[in-house]
């Protein structure tokens, strides 16, 4: 069942992630959410995107969106209203959708009314299927509880979680280097590798201070380094001593259902001395994880414990789960939008009392 919505156009790297089955950490106190199918939206995130994957889950489903994220300037992941209409779902507009009445809606944004009815049944719909947690990875988001506590209100989700650091996804080839070379090296690149690493890379600034970040799993060693290419992409390059090694950091570091094998076929040399490069077109390395800015070490893989204490996580307290899936009353332009399920709840309780 699907249960992660993402884009292909925004995040081309996602889909190698994907394909090994990882499971998501899920927060303080909050479970975590094996991702078992995507769905995508091409051009715009919309509000039709999070209902059609929303209402295919099971009353109290988790499910996971990963999106664009702004903490600083507008408040809000790229999520728009509609398509063909420039409104995301930032703070002010969440907090509109909860407070305004349709009118008010229609008058402040524009909005034309045929499509404020149809934004009402969809976000009413949304409310009944009591999402028991939906995990944004959208970048810095966590830091902004009052949008996440928004955003639970407005769709009647009992739980929100965002990271309060940058996510990202990358992909890229392995180095391999001989072990006795690897131990020597410390954490700055060495000329050798640092010539490798300026061929795919235009920005020299990023290289002066460049660090690799080690990890150990008893005998093997691998470096990885990460550095910001675009708003979503990054510039992924690992070193490792064997190919035991890499299958070895994926174990430590992340939670695949469908665990990453290498053999020493993948790798061949490609002219850097001792050091060879993985064949791209024999294996494709995935990555994800946390990432800040001012230190090209400061990233954070899921199965690091610190991983966890990065992922605000808020509880609805408006949150009703004792109502069934019915379908939305039409709309009242007298009551603020985000009452819907207010009202929804009145009206059902008129129908008891009948009976």
Same mark, same amino acid.
């Given at each position: 069942?699907?249960?992660?919505?993402?884009?292909?156009?925004?995040?081309?790297?996602?889909?190698?992630?994907?394909?090994?089955?990882?499971?998501?950490?899920?927060?303080?106190?909050?479970?975590?959410?094996?991702?078992?199918?995507?769905?995508?939206?091409?051009?715009?995130?919309?509000?039709?995107?999070?209902?059609?994957?929303?209402?295919?889950?099971?009353?109290?489903?988790?499910?996971?969106?990963?999106?664009?994220?702004?903490?600083?300037?507008?408040?809000?992941?790229?999520?728009?209203?509609?398509? #063909?209409?420039?409104? $995301?779902? /930032?703070?002010?507009?969440?907090?509109?959708?909860?407070? =305004? !009445? &349709? *009118?008010?809606?229609?008058?402040?944004?524009?909005?034309?009314?045929?499509?404020?009815?149809?934004?009402?049944?969809?976000?009413?719909?949304?409310?009944?299927?009591?999402?028991?947690?939906?995990?944004?990875?959208?970048?810095?988001?966590?830091?902004?509880?009052?949008?996440?506590?928004?955003?639970?209100?407005?769709?009647?989700?009992?739980?929100?979680?965002?990271?309060?650091?940058?996510?990202?996804?990358?992909?890229? #080839?392995?180095?391999? $280097?001989? /072990?006795?070379?690897?131990?020597?090296?410390?954490?700055? =690149? !060495? &000329? *050798?590798?640092?010539?490798?690493?300026?061929?795919?890379?235009?920005?020299?600034?990023?290289?002066?201070?460049?660090?690799?970040?080690?990890?150990?799993?008893?005998?093997?060693?691998?470096?990885?380094?990460?550095?910001?290419?675009?708003?979503?992409?990054?510039?992924?390059?690992?070193?490792?001593?064997?190919?035991?090694?890499?299958?070895?950091?994926?174990?430590?570091?992340?939670?695949?259902?469908?665990?990453?094998?290498?053999?020493?076929?993948?790798?061949?040399?490609?002219?850097?001395?001792?050091?060879?490069? =993985?064949? &791209?077109?024999?294996?494709?390395?995935?990555?994800?994880?946390?990432?800040?800015?001012?230190?090209?070490?400061?990233?954070?893989?899921?199965?690091?414990?610190?991983?966890?204490?990065?992922?605000?996580?808020?509880?609805?307290?408006?949150?009703?789960?004792?109502?069934?899936?019915?379908?939305?009353?039409?709309?009242?332009?007298?009551?603020?939008?985000?009452?819907?399920?207010?009202?929804?709840?009145?009206?059902?309780?008129?129908?008891?009392?009948?009976?």
């Amino acid at each position: 069942m699907i249960n992660a919505l993402y884009s292909p156009s925004e995040f081309p790297w996602a889909r190698y992630y994907f394909a090994q089955k990882p499971i998501e950490p899920g927060g303080a106190g909050l479970a975590d959410i094996p991702v078992n199918a995507t769905d995508t939206w091409n051009a715009k995130c919309t509000i039709d995107d999070f209902h059609r994957v929303a209402t295919a889950l099971r009353s109290g489903s988790d499910m996971v969106l990963y999106t664009h994220g702004d903490a600083d300037r507008d408040i809000g992941v790229s999520m728009w209203v509609a398509n #063909g209409y420039k409104i $995301l779902m /930032t703070l002010d507009v969440v907090n509109a959708l909860c407070e =305004l !009445t &349709p *009118k008010q809606f229609e008058k402040r944004y524009k909005f034309p009314s045929v499509l404020v009815d149809l934004m009402l049944k969809k976000i009413a719909e949304i409310q009944a299927c009591q999402l028991n947690h939906v995990a944004f990875r959208s970048c810095n988001i966590g830091k902004r509880p009052d949008f996440l506590s928004a955003f639970a209100k407005l769709f009647n989700i009992r739980n929100v979680s965002a990271p309060k650091m940058r996510d990202f996804f990358a992909r890229d #080839g392995v180095r391999q $280097l001989i /072990t006795d070379e690897m131990k020597e090296m410390d954490d700055k =690149l !060495t &000329p *050798k590798v640092l010539g490798a690493f300026t061929k795919s890379t235009r920005d020299k600034s990023k290289q002066s201070d460049a660090k690799y970040r080690t990890f150990t799993m008893g005998s093997d060693v691998v470096k990885v380094l990460i550095l910001p290419r675009t708003y979503s992409t990054f510039q992924f390059d690992m070193l490792a001593s064997s190919a035991r090694a890499v299958e070895s950091f994926y174990r430590q570091n992340y939670l695949f259902r469908s665990p990453i094998k290498f053999s020493s076929s993948d790798f061949f040399q490609a002219g850097l001395g001792n050091a060879g490069i =993985l064949n &791209p077109f024999a294996k494709v390395v995935p990555m994800f994880g946390l990432s800040e800015f001012g230190g090209a070490e400061r990233f954070v893989l899921p199965n690091e414990p610190r991983y966890r204490n990065q992922i605000q996580s808020v509880r609805n307290e408006h949150f009703i789960g004792d109502l069934p899936m019915y379908s939305a009353p039409p709309p009242d332009p007298d009551e603020p939008i985000g009452t819907l399920r207010d009202r929804m709840k009145r009206r059902l309780r008129g129908v008891f009392k009948k009976h």
